[in-house]
């Protein structure tokens, strides 16, 4: 089962995430522009779109895209030791939920050592073990992740993967990779707006006995 991060896991907005990303853009780029978000999207993903509205060709993106995910990575994890992250809001039931999953992993759009040190700080680290899921900076276009994930996990059948989001885009790209969605309504759409998920669930609790369901 893959595990979204940012409004599934991590229910608080990270301004650390921000300053982070801007820091690396001004200093690969010499530019730091923004971009309508589209929740779900890979960092990668956000930053090819902005950096277009900014007038850079793909192939100049491309040229530091690499660098900009190695200095995002090191600049949020400089900024989050000297932060306080006291009032991030963790997704009621997460914990429960983990401890009856077997195989737990990551697949988010955050680059691997920030999606790593946010589940530090979350205390959930100790679910996700190394060398599992998948990741912004390791693939652009989420639905790749899912290959990925997958292929770490031992070419796990696509049809036997799950994933478990709250955008839209979560759902749609789960599919589009050929496995399932379980969606949790503890992000920012509603109930309707992720009907398209194999199930939908208020509360991480649900997610287990949710599970064989939609398998």
Known sequence: ??????????????????????SALEEVYGTAPDAPDVPG??????????????????ADIDAGLARWCQMFSARYLDLL????TSHWKLAPGAVEALAM??????????????ARARMERLGLAHFFPPGQGA??????????????ARHRAGE???????AVGDTPLDISTAHAAGCR????????FSREELGEADAVVDDLRLVPETLAAVR
């Open 1 to 22: 089962m893959l595990f979204d991060v940012d409004g599934t896991l991590l229910l608080t907005h990270d301004d650390v995430y921000v300053e982070a990303n801007r």
């Open 41 to 58: 999207d890979t960092a990668p993903s956000y930053t090819r779109r902005a950096l277009r509205l900014a007038g850079l060709s793909d």
């Open 81 to 84: 030791a000297r932060a306080d």
């Open 101 to 114: 999953l077997e195989r737990p992993a990551l697949l988010t759009g955050n680059p691997p050592a920030v």
């Open 135 to 148: 990741f912004g900076c390791e693939r652009e276009d989420r639905v790749d992740l899912f290959a990925l």
């Open 156 to 162: 796990w059948p696509a049809a036997r993967t799950v």
């Open 181 to 188: 969605c379980v969606a949790v309504t503890t992000g920012s």
